[in-house]
């Protein structure tokens, strides 16, 4: 069976670290908008646009750049925040490593639906990790083991993708796992 998944990075996540402190206090005198409550959280939120993303940044150097929609925009959102932070003077020029944690995608079959009971005994019986108890949850949750990612996999043909690190790593990951389920014969035209 032909099919053709829409796959769609709905968040990218990564870290990047600075060799020295941040002073945030200076960050809250500089950008009035960020969001900063020490009582509450340790880090505060520094928001770009255009790329969109949120920043965490921490006093120790850290940061974490969430709701990204590419490796490439994470990348941008976090050299973006630290070019504004270098000219308002709180960060000396620097490159921060940065780090993918994880990429969420979400995958649509189109009019492909998944015999969802008919692929967990299939995993069952492969060896593979799944979970699925539909009076609590509607998804199957698969353990892929190379890509290292989870699935959620639904009957309506709908699927998430978490836990890559490469853009390339999802791809392959859908591409995988729908191999597997055609020949399994769990994929239904619907």
């Known amino acids: 069976m032909e099919i053709k998944p829409k796959v769609t990075i709905q ?3 990564a870290s990047a670290r600075f060799e020295h402190r ?5 960050i809250v005198k500089a950008f009035p908008e960020v969001e900063y409550r020490p009582e509450t959280f340790p880090g505060l ?4 646009n255009n790329p969109k993303a949120a920043i965490l940044i921490f006093e120790t150097g850290k940061m974490v750049c969430t ?3 590419s490796v490439g925009d994470v990348r941008k959102a976090i050299h973006k925040a630290v070019g504004e932070l270098t000219e308002a003077g709180i960060i000396t020029a620097s490159r921060p490593r940065i780090e993918i944690q994880n990429i969420v995608a979400s995958v649509d079959l189109g009019n492909i639906a998944i015999d969802l009971d008919q692929t967990v005994h ?3 019986r ?14 199957a949750i698969y353990r892929m083991q190379d890509p290292q990612v989870v699935f959620l996999i639904f009957a309506t043909g709908k699927l998430v993708c978490a836990g890559a690190r490469r853009e390339e790593d999802i791809h392959r990951a ?3 796992l729908l191999a597997l389920l055609d020949e399994n014969d769990l994929l239904i035209n619907a």
């Open 11 to 13: 968040n990218a996540v």
């Open 22 to 26: 941040i002073e945030l206090k200076k």
């Open 45 to 48: 939120v520094f928001r770009v």
């Open 67 to 69: 709701g990204a929609k």
């Open 122 to 124: 299939t995993a069952y």
């Open 126 to 139: 492969l060896g593979s990790k799944i979970i699925y108890e539909p009076d609590q949850f509607p998804g």
């Open 174 to 176: 859908v591409e995988k």
